[in-house]
């Protein structure tokens, strides 16, 4: 029989509100959260690496611990916690796995433009875990490969308008043709050891500053 245990382990971080307090008994119901996610989580095969509270700390701990999921729980009002995530996470985003009550509409648009991957509200049982965070981290690694896919069409669009650039000033400077100033842009780029794109750019500085 095949073990259920999640392979490649992953080390995760869960992130629990500040607020809870005893007086109205939401502390016991987050205790009881938080002991549903740790069963979820433990039977899956996962390595919880620290427990942290919504705080102003937590971008430092999570710079720190480097892991590679985020769940945070938040029985009630999401966007409290949702705050800190978002800047623990805005250099390195990871994949965010929030377990809520919060059903309010405004809360779940907050959410998902923080960047959260996963918005489950009373999905919180020890059984659904491991199912909710496959799906979590399948679609982040296909956001991911869009945005990449994205950042790199951009960057090559930037570069041909570079090149596009420094040929019309060559065709323009030494009466070249389009493909003679090409071949020379090529050529330059060769015995510089440059890509194109970068010797493009610096002929245009130097006309930058030759004016």
Request: proline residues 4%.
């Amino acid at each position: 029989m095949k073990s259920a245990i999640a392979s490649p382990r992953l080390r995760i971080v869960v992130v629990i509100p500040t607020t809870a307090t005893d007086e109205d008994g939401s502390a016991a119901a987050q205790a009881q959260r938080g002991a549903a996610l740790r069963i979820g989580l433990l039977e899956s095969g996962y390595d919880i690496v620290a427990s942290l509270p919504a705080d102003i700390f937590l971008p430092e701990r999570i710079a720190q611990l480097q892991p590679d999921l985020i769940i945070a729980d938040s029985e009630s009002d999401a966007r409290d916690v949702l705050e800190h995530i978002v800047l623990a996470t805005r250099a390195a985003p990871r994949p965010i796995v929030l377990f809520t009550d919060d059903q309010d509409e405004s809360s779940v648009e907050a959410a998902m433009a923080a960047g959260v991957t996963a918005y489950i509200v009373a999905g919180l049982q020890p059984e659904r875990v491991k199912p909710v965070l496959d799906v979590a981290l399948a679609r982040f690694r296909r956001e991911r490969k869009l945005l990449d896919e994205l950042s790199e069409t951009r960057q090559k669009l930037a570069e041909r308008k570079v090149v596009e650039r420094a040929k019309g000033l060559l065709m323009a400077r030494h009466g070249l043709s389009e493909e003679q100033a090409y071949q020379k842009l090529r050529s330059m780029a060769m015995n510089k050891n440059l890509k194109l794109a970068e010797i493009a750019q610096r002929i245009l500085d130097v006309e930058d500053l030759l004016g």
